[in-house]
């Protein structure tokens, strides 16, 4: 038989532990977005040292298990005493923050080769255009460059965005008590597994629909041909062309 006393309870348990779960998704996903610019710069670069630096970054945190770098940054780097008496060590003692460090740092690597799947993806002839019309550089990657590519990396972006959400559960292993955290917590007193992660799956599949509909409005609204009639702008009307149809 059911129990849904004890469900409901687990449930709202988990809930209280949901902001430290979102708080290691946006802070990982904010500091690997901008890391992911920094080597997707250094990956697209004519220098060599630069672009083999990048390309070195993203084979190492894309070609080894996030759990083993999350493992290194929390237990390894404490071992170094130059870590310990840097002014870096006041962060990195912190659970919390080496678990941002590691998923920013493996999700920077992923996110960098979507971009530049997308830069690659952006029609020559588009930035052409761009060049013929005068565009300065900086008017170029903001009205061109940045939105098409964007576009076309929405649909892989937002995969790695719902992959970061649940990689989010293996913070729980360095003592971080997030969702998962708690829900192990609540198995060693209860010995009832199959309820609380029941529980801990509803609210991850909660968080990853809301996210899948975050990006479906910014794709909506980045690809005006996804959008339905009712949706499209009016467009402004010439008062001397309506008044000739009213006449």
């Keep these: 038989m059911i129990d849904f006393a004890f469900l409901s309870d687990t449930f709202l348990k988990l809930i209280g532990a949901l902001p430290v779960t979102l708080g290691l998704f946006f802070c990982s996903f904010v500091l690997g977005g901008v890391l992911s610019l920094l080597i997707l710069a250094m990956r697209m670069s004519s220098n060599r040292l630069l672009s083999g630096f990048a390309r070195g970054y993203i084979l190492v945190f894309r070609g080894s298990p996030l759990l083993i770098q999350l493992f290194l940054i929390y237990y390894g780097l404490g071992q170094f005493e130059v870590v310990r008496h840097s002014f870096v060590w006041p962060v ?27 830069l690659l993806a952006i029609p020559t002839g588009q930035i052409e255009a761009g060049i013929a019309c005068g565009m300065s550089r900086w008017l170029l990657l903001r009205r061109i460059i940045a939105p098409v590519m964007l576009r076309y990396a929405l649909p892989a972006y937002s995969t790695e965005a719902i992959l970061l959400v649940k990689s989010t559960a293996l913070a729980s292993l360095v003592t971080v008590w997030d969702v998962t955290g708690v829900a192990q917590q609540i198995i060693q007193r209860t010995y009832r597994t199959m309820e609380v992660f029941i529980c801990a799956a509803l609210i991850y599949l909660i968080l990853n629909f809301i996210i899948v509909q975050i990006y479906a409005q910014i794709e909506r609204y980045l690809s005006p041909r996804l959008r339905t009639p009712d949706e499209e702008p009016a467009l402004p009307v010439n008062p001397a062309i309506a008044g000739e149809k009213n006449d």
């Excluded at 990195?92 to 690597?109: K, Y």
């Design 92 to 118: 990195l003692r912190e659970p919390f923050a080496c678990a941002v460090v590691a998923l920013a740092l493996c999700t920077a690597s992923y996110t960098a080769e979507i971009l530049r799947g997308g």
